[in-house]
């Protein structure tokens, strides 16, 4: 199984761009789609943005299309969010995902492996 490990969470002001990198461990990625979710304070954890196994095809929740990128490296086992034009709304821990499914869910329930979250804090 895989292990995850999320980094580069913190406090930004809006506008502001934060980069979070999530490293795996026991596996390699290039078997897993992965995914980067959100759990915002007494809300429900959401999905944010997905990078297939295959090909690499991406896919974005539609408040971040423009703004989040999701991009892997399989050669170094981790998988990136880049965000920008950061708002309050996105104040929330972000988690990384992995599931042995070809396609993107965004659905929590289709993902087996989760990291521990890293807390990105967007200020007005």
């Known amino acids: 199984q895989v292990q995850l490990v999320e980094s580069g969470g913190g406090l930004v002001q809006t506008g502001g761009s934060l980069m979070l990198s999530c490293a795996a461990s026991g596996r390699t990625i290039s078997r897993y789609t992965m995914g980067w979710f959100r759990q915002a304070p007494g809300a429900e954890r959401e999905f944010v943005a997905g990078?297939?196994?295959?090909?690499?095809?991406?896919y974005y929740v539609d408040s971040a299309k423009g703004r989040f990128t999701i991009s892997r490296d399989n050669a170094k086992n981790t998988v990136y969010l880049q965000m920008n034009s950061l708002n309050s709304e996105d104040t929330a821990i972000y988690y990384c995902?992995?599931?042995?499914?070809?396609?993107?869910?965004?659905?929590?329930?289709?993902?087996?492996?989760w990291g521990q979250g890293t807390q990105v804090t967007v200020s007005s």
């Open positions: 990078t297939a196994r295959n090909y690499g095809t991406t």
């Open positions: 995902a992995a599931r042995l499914g070809a396609g993107i869910s965004y659905a929590k329930g289709e993902y087996s492996y």
